[in-house]
């Protein structure tokens, strides 16, 4: 049998690092990365054959959990009809059909004396692409192609994938490896990026001020996600939105991480202030464990892509048959029920991490938005990325490794999300809750050293 030091020590002699995604080296953790060889419901089984709970999921897309029956059967029947065809599936419509459906709120009518409810549909027109990255990618382009104006401004801390112009303090992955941003981004593609702080709504207006006339979108996660949890303020989407389109640019809300994860309609059905975004991006969730992401918008913006408009985009793989099945399928069983249990399970976690950590005198706060979760080693809830790199992060690598010593797999990185599933069980969150303490105690005892 193989051992996980085997494997990786092969895999870094044929894949820088060894790994294809860099948070899977577990550098931060300083911790041997797990090979997995199975995974069923909450948990995945390494090659050595132990079993952990798993609140990784894939980073989200096994919101169902591993394996889900109805998905692995979709995907078996779809493939034994062909793998992909390079042309146009029905299957492909019917899941655009149902990211447009499913993405709606109750919204109050302007202008009207009365004011009467109505449903706010932000998508009209869908494409499907392979990756959030290639969703981000294109909604740039996109936006720049409608205004005809070069500058994007995004938040420190956020994370949008890795195309060259979106890489700039970007949170997730360069955040673990504290990273300013990467080598290879030419220079003045970087200056086409203006970061300024998030959750700070007085920074918008003033580089909307200063550069508002050139400035063609500014993108948001959602609900950010990718240092750790920090919820947005109260209206900051709105007041984003309301400033952008005041400057005639538009609002990109990334949605990749929380579409279809923190309710049936995104971050965008929950939102406590409503909102409209111009173009919306989806991924992990969409895309059911394959791999498939999109973008969405009003007919009128879509419809300036290819082969309607004068925006290009393609794929040779978009809308796979296998990667739609799997989406379809998750979706479809993505119901109040699924989203309850999930809710309730990330609940019952989350409140056990705290109380565990308080027990132990560790100085921490665990921030939310929605279902998605993580603990923060600072006194004060953080705000934006300057107060997560404040915290004391050092803290997370113990308290990570006790938890996959007793069987629990976590998040690699203190800046990324804890992933619940419907699968997550009473067995499974009983041990997760279990191995709190323990952790929550080498937590305390950790030391900068
Ligand atoms: C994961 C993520 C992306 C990138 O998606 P990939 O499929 O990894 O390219 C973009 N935006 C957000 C908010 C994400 O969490």
Do not use: C
């Amino acid at each position: 049998m193989t051992t996980n030091a085997q494997e990786f020590a092969r895999a870094r002699g044929a894949m820088p690092g060894g790994v294809n995604s860099p948070v899977r080296a577990f550098g931060s953790v300083h911790e041997t990365p797990r090979f997995f060889a199975s995974a069923t419901g909450p948990y995945v089984t390494d090659v050595e054959g132990r079993e952990y709970v798993d609140l990784v999921g894939s980073w989200g897309p096994a919101i169902l959990g591993h394996a889900h029956p109805a998905v692995v059967k979709a995907v078996q029947d779809a493939a034994a009809h062909g793998l992909g065809f390079g042309a146009s599936t029905p299957g492909e419509t019917e899941l655009a059909e149902l990211i447009a459906a499913r993405v709606l709120r109750q919204a109050q009518q302007t202008g009207s004396p009365v004011a009467e409810p109505v449903e706010a549909h932000p998508i009209e027109r869908v494409r499907l692409v392979s990756t959030g990255t290639e969703a981000t990618m294109t909604a740039i382009r996109l936006a720049r192609g409608a205004t005809g104006r070069d500058l994007i401004v995004k938040f420190a801390g956020h994370y949008h994938g890795h195309s060259d112009g979106l890489l700039a303090e970007a949170g997730s992955g360069v955040a673990t490896l504290a990273m300013p941003g990467s080598a290879g981004v030419p220079a003045p593609i970087a200056a086409q990026t203006l970061v300024i702080p998030y959750n700070d709504i007085d920074a918008v207006r003033e580089v909307f001020a200063a550069r508002g006339a050139d400035i063609a979108a500014v993108i948001v996660e959602a609900a950010p996600a990718n240092m750790g949890i920090v919820p947005p303020a109260h209206g900051f989407n709105a007041a984003l939105a309301d400033i952008a389109h005041a400057h005639g640019a538009l609002l990109i809300l990334d949605e990749v991480l929380t579409g279809f994860r923190v309710g049936p309609a995104g971050w965008y059905g929950i939102d406590p202030v409503p909102f409209s975004p111009d173009l919306v991006t989806f991924g992990k969730v969409v895309g059911g464990g394959l791999p498939l992401a999109a973008l969405g918008g009003s007919a009128a913006l879509m419809e300036l892509l290819a082969p309607l408009g004068p925006v290009y985009q393609a794929g040779t793989l978009s809308g796979n048959p296998l990667a739609v099945a799997a989406g379809r399928a998750t979706l479809d069983h993505l119901d109040a029920d699924a989203y309850a249990r999930i809710d309730a399970a990330a609940t019952t976690i989350a409140d056990a991490a705290a109380s565990a950590l308080s027990q132990a005198g560790v100085t921490h706060v665990v921030q939310r938005s929605g279902n998605l979760f993580s603990i923060q080693f600072a006194a004060e809830a953080p705000v934006d990325y300057d107060t997560v790199k404040a915290q004391e992060a050092f803290r997370y690598a113990p308290f990570f490794r006790t938890m996959l010593a007793q069987g629990v797999s976590l998040p690699p990185s203190v800046f990324e999300a804890w992933f619940v599933s419907a699968a997550h069980d009473d067995a499974a969150v009983a041990r997760i809750v279990e191995a709190l303490p323990a952790a929550a105690r080498a937590a305390a005892e950790a030391t900068t050293g």
